[in-house]
């Protein structure tokens, strides 16, 4: 089972991109095999350019990672109500991948996560990952995580995640990518 992560923001210590990670992490303490493409990481991406006749190793590198993935964990922060431009890049550069015997995020499961500073901002932005996600054939998980960046703080100083709560969703959105439920435990 691979697990694949993309999100997170160029700031250091970005809430998105530590719940990405926590989720793989639990994911790998059940035995999955996870990957994760950060902030810094999907940075090095160009502008994706549908027309384009050559892909860069870090283009490559995700888009193959995508390929093998049961299962995929997309993390942005809410942006003026949106996914941002860093994790979208990374989502449309998956456009190669419309040709394969399975593209897109085709029949996997999908976990969600959005930070942002206020509830709107999380609803509106998790509403347009899961909107992405069933455009790219994917099952966005039953639970997607929101964190209101303002009244939360999942963290502490040291990056250890503190807050039970969100601990709990973060085991159950690793339970829900490994155990899918109508999924074959093979897929």
Request: net charge neutral; glycine share 12%.
């Amino acid at each position: 089972m691979r697990v694949v992560g993309i999100g997170g923001t160029l700031r250091s210590g970005s809430s998105s991109e530590r719940l990405a990670h926590a989720v793989l992490d639990r994911c790998a303490a059940e035995g999955a095999d996870t990957l994760m493409f950060d902030g810094p990481f999907l940075a090095q991406l160009r502008h994706y350019d549908p027309g384009a006749t050559a892909r860069s190793e870090a283009e490559r590198a995700l888009v193959e990672a995508v390929r093998g993935a049961n299962a995929i964990v997309i993390a942005s922060p809410g942006y003026h109500g949106g996914i941002s431009g860093l994790v979208k890049n990374a989502i449309d550069l998956l456009e190669e991948t419309a040709r394969d015997d399975r593209p897109y995020f085709d029949g996997r499961p999908v976990g969600l996560i959005v930070s942002a500073a206020g509830w709107q901002g999380t609803g509106v932005t998790l509403a347009a990952l899961r909107g992405v996600t069933h455009a790219m054939r994917g099952w966005p998980t039953p639970l997607g995580i929101a964190v209101n960046s303002i009244e939360q703080r999942p963290f502490n100083s040291d990056g250890t995640l503190t807050d039970v709560g969100i601990a709990a969703q973060v085991k159950t959105l690793a339970d829900q990518l490994l155990r899918p439920v109508g999924f074959s435990k093979t897929a």
